[in-house]
């Protein structure tokens, strides 16, 4: 239980509550006009983003990939549309016709209406996959050209300061190799001569 404990204390639970108040306030400026038939489903919707934008800051905590399926699922849950249960020409969510067949014992029924939650959730996942392809490419590529940059502009000061050495070489290193190219020449030399001798 430590874990959760952790997950509540790195949690800005201040500045949340502060959120959820202007919220309130501004959910009620917005709706006071509204026709009450209407209000259930501008409830439900602005719960549901509530819902989707709050569960932002949970999944920055969780890692990467289980962050973004937990997500596309809550959305996929809350958003997916299905057909009312008194009125199939209206739309509701799907999710409440899960509910409402389970609780009636009609699994099938609960299976049928799940569809369009695993339509959503799907087709949330693809694109999803489809977004971190195209990130990691570009990612990929602008770590290429970071490193070409890098190199280019280390070649330009080679040759800018004139200095040739190796990466890690030292100038006592090259002069080590000039001495020992010296003594190889001359005992070159030196057995050059002693053929020419005989």
Known sequence: MDWLKNILHSLPL????????????WWGQMV???????????????????????WLLVARILPK??????????????????AALGDSSEIAPASISVVYAVMMKDFAGAIANMLPILVV??????????????RGAFASSLDKARSRTAEDTQAT?????????????????????????????????KANSDMSDK
């Open 121 to 134: 959730l799907v087709i949330g996942l693809f694109i999803g996959f489809m977004w971190q392809l195209i």
């Open 32 to 54: 006071k006009d509204v026709p009450p038939a209407d209000l259930p489903m501008y409830a439900y919707l602005g719960g549901s983003i509530l819902v989707l934008v709050l």
């Open 157 to 189: 000061m080679q040759l800018t300061t004139g200095s040739y050495l190796a990466e890690g070489a030292t100038v006592t290193e090259q002069s080590d190799t000039n001495v020992n190219l010296e003594k190889d020449s001359t005992l070159n030399q």
């Open 14 to 25: 201040e500045s949340i509550s502060d959120i959820l108040g202007e919220i309130a306030i």
């Open 65 to 82: 990939p289980l962050g973004g399926m937990s997500w596309m699922i809550l959305f996929a849950v809350l958003l997916a549309p299905g």
